[in-house]
């Protein structure tokens, strides 16, 4: 075997080494979310919704919140502030709180 083909070989050896390392980077990276939706409503009962949110993330919602329920299969902490700096609560699968505070903020525990 001379040294072109030994080479062509170790490129498509590495060609699919790299694509399953990826391949399984991508479907771990998946798992790393909660299935559901975050759903907030403003004060005039405007509804705002994150769909499968990600795991230790911090989401800044796009109103301050007066209710807010976590419909997804993961607790939520709830903050104060955009930045998930001052922790108002965490709630459970199913939960919600209204009238908080007006939260800006929420991260996913996973």
């Not at 607790?75 to 965490?90: E, F, N, P, Q, S």
Request: hydrophobic share 40%.
């Amino acid at each position: 075997m001379n040294f072109r083909t030994m080479l062509s070989r170790f490129g498509r050896i590495g060609l699919t080494v790299g694509t399953a390392a990826v391949l399984a980077t991508g479907l771990a990276t998946n798992a790393q979310a909660a299935t559901g939706t975050i759903r907030y409503y403003d004060v005039n009962q405007n509804e705002f919704r994150i769909t499968n949110p990600p795991d230790n993330v911090c989401l800044a919602l796009q109103v301050r919140a007066d209710l807010i329920e976590n419909e997804t299969n993961k607790r939520m902490t709830i903050y104060l502030g955009t930045a998930c700096a001052t922790r108002v609560t965490t709630i459970g699968p199913g939960e919600g709180r209204a009238h908080i505070g007006g939260p800006q903020s929420v991260r996913i525990l996973g």
